[in-house]
């Protein structure tokens, strides 16, 4: 196997061209001393807002100091991701972190200041005011908060204590990502290799079931070992966030959770008991890769391996351009004239390199095209992602040419509908030119379990956070043994009685990081749903959902996420979507059912 290349043996052509952000690292450090100034100019502002004009003067001054920071963040950043040992690139990453901290806050106060006022004053200027109706849906949004805002006394208590509160969180990804070891296992080869979090699904991904048991059994056993410390400090993260709910008068920390994407409980609610009803697929679906890997017994350990296995072709960075543009054309002939610029104008960083940061990412900045982020190798996985991360980019694109900087911004909520939505047009546009069998199958697999990982997992790990944080918030000691308790429930219940539900699964809650930034993975689920039912309908109607849905792509941070989604044609207060999604599932597992059959 040929050595991987240095940052500068990687072609021009296959580099993003970061100079689009500063020309220079020089343009980049006079960046930093504006931003050193931009902090002067922030605190000068502190207690003037007494009149509408006042705060349009403020709000502007802010807006233009971070746009400034974002593109210093952003470049610093990317330049680090290139070679992550270059110290010059690690050192203007870090330059740039600090002073986005000391900027942040510096201008602690305005958001405060802007709460002590009267809201229908407030909203008296966004009338009277020429120019400041721009920051209409920033403002409705900050009065919003006005009920959980405290005195200013209780305020900095709060805000004292945010250090110490963070602990739980800190001491798990200590714990997690620098103290914990796992044991060795034999691979494939017979080998000795050393468990990681990084191998771990590769592993639980081989066709050697010896190595997928011996993998799932060092992860869990490993965890299980600290059970009681894992425990304690999960448990200290949710009595942190009920702590936290209470102080701010919301009724529970679910609600609390939601308030900032002006989301009901009952959306949330909502998602699980859809899931629930379509549990039934989960289960046929556990029979189905039973009976395709040929097994007398599923076991936990047997999830992740392909039920289909396929002899990778190698796809060439030029076809793989062509497979997602093919792919993305119902999306219309302007979405694609602006995709071209992604290819042709140094959009993409292609390759991996020595140094570079794995995985793959869309970032940007403001006033700039996106970037994304790549280390392409060239197998399908790669062009799936390539569509993946090009649909974040092209939704920043389109946020940043029609909505002016206060209202680009979109929230996380929505931000994997439209990476998603683009896998699944790309999965469909293969499946029509694909009358292989086998490759059919493999497509539909790769289709399934994505859909089993976002929806149906993530769904149990909602569920188990509602459950877990609704026993604390009613004063209930919950231990570590009813944590495994109620995790290992919920997994028979989702999977069904067709696998072995092993007891060692009891302890993967140990290992997910999201549940201490608590309430976040539905968000997953919810977001695969609206894509589903969006592809669904752009393949049906034709353009008035394509206009919807690139009206969706153009509206950034304008409204709040469900707002967005029920204009583009989601409405996710309701079961349909979800339902919609289901009804997909059903079509690929029968489609699959079938293809095994004939295979068979």
């Known amino acids: 196997m040929s050595k991987l290349p240095t940052r500068a043996e990687v072609p021009a052509e296959l580099k993003w061209k970061l100079e689009d952000i500063f020309p ?9 001393e504006q931003l050193k100034e931009g902090k002067k100019r922030i605190l000068e502002l502190r207690g003037t807002i007494t009149s509408g004009e ?43 972190e600090a002073l986005t901290v000391e900027l942040s806050s510096a201008g602690a106060f305005l958001e405060p200041e802007i709460l002590s006022l009267d809201p229908d ?36 208590l709060l805000a004292a204590a945010g250090e110490m509160a963070n602990a739980p969180g800190n001491i798990f ?22 468990l990681s979090h990084g191998r771990y699904i590769k592993f639980l991904e081989s066709q050697d079931r010896s190595v997928r048991e011996a993998a799932f059994k060092a992860m869990y056993e490993t965890y299980s070992a600290w059970k009681n410390t894992l425990g304690a400090t999960y448990i200290s993260a949710v009595k942190k966030e009920l702590y936290f709910s209470r102080a701010r008068k919301h009724g529970s920390s679910l609600e609390a959770a939601l308030f900032e994407d002006n989301v009901d409980p009952d959306v949330y609610t909502n998602l699980i008991k859809t899931v629930h009803d379509h549990l039934h697929l989960l289960h046929r679906y556990v029979r189905v890769r039973k009976q395709l890997l040929g097994l007398d017994e599923l076991h936990m350990w047997d999830l992740y391996v392909p039920m289909v296995a396929l002899e990778e072709e190698h796809i060439e960075r030029e076809r793989a351009v062509e497979m997602v543009t093919e792919g993305l054309q119902p999306l219309g002939s302007q979405y694609l004239s602006d995709l071209e610029q992604a290819f042709g104008q140094g959009w993409i960083d292609w390759l991996e390199n020595r140094g570079k940061t794995s995985g793959a990412y869309s970032w ?16 399908l996985k790669d062009v799936f ?3 993946h991360e090009l649909g974040h980019a092209m939704h920043t694109y389109y946020s ?14 929505v931000a994997e509908v439209a990476s998603t939505l683009n896998e699944a047009l790309l999965n469909a546009d293969l499946l029509a030119k694909t009358s292989d069998a086998k490759r059919r199958a493999y497509l539909i697999n790769n289709y399934l379990d994505e859909f089993r990982g976002t929806v149906f997992r993530q769904t149990m790990f909602a569920e188990f956070e509602m459950i877990v944080h609704g026993e604390v918030g009613r004063g209930e000691a919950v231990t570590c043994e009813q944590l495994m308790e109620i995790y290992y429930d919920l997994n028979k219940q989702y999977f069904g009685s067709d696998i072995v539900v092993d007891e060692l699964i009891a302890m993967e809650w140990a290992r997910i990081p999201h549940f201490y930034r608590p309430f976040y993975v539905y968000k997953y689920a919810t977001g695969f749903s609206a ?17 919807r849905y690139l009206g969706f792509l153009s509206s950034g941070g304008s409204d709040y996420p469900l707002n967005l989604l029920r204009r583009a044609g989601v409405d996710l207060s309701k079961p349909e979507p979800i339902v919609q999604a289901m009804e997909m599932f059903e079509k690929f597992l029968d489609e699959l059912e079938k293809l095994g059959e004939i295979s068979g």
Not at 123 to 139: F, S
Not at 364 to 379: D, E, I, K
């Open 531 to 547: 894509a589903a039912a969006l592809a669904k309908q752009i393949t049906e109607e034709g353009d008035p959902a394509r206009q």
């Open 400 to 413: 940043n040419k029609h909505q002016e900087y206060p209202n680009a911004d979109y929230r996380i909520f």
């Open 385 to 387: 992602t390539l569509a």
């Open 54 to 96: 006042a705060l349009l003067a403020a709000l502007k001054v802010r807006d233009e100091i971070r746009l400034v920071a974002e593109r210093a963040i952003a470049y610093s950043h990317m330049r680090k991701d290139e070679d992550n040992a270059n110290t010059k690139y690690q050192g203007f990453a870090a330059q740039a």
């Open 364 to 379: 940007g900045a403001y006033g700039v095209h996106p970037y994304v982020l790549m280390n392409y190798q060239g197998n």
């Open 24 to 32: 220079t690292d020089e343009a980049f450090l006079e960046a930093l």
């Open 173 to 194: 990804r200590m714990f997690n990502n620098a103290d914990l070891r796992f044991p060795e296992i034999k691979n494939e080869a017979g080998e000795m290799v050393e």
């Open 121 to 156: 004053v407030v909203r008296g200027w966004l009338e009277q005011v020429p120019g400041l109706a721009l920051y209409r849906h920033y403002l409705e949004d900050v009065l919003r908060n006005k009920p959980h805002i405290l005195p200013a006394e209780q305020e900095e």
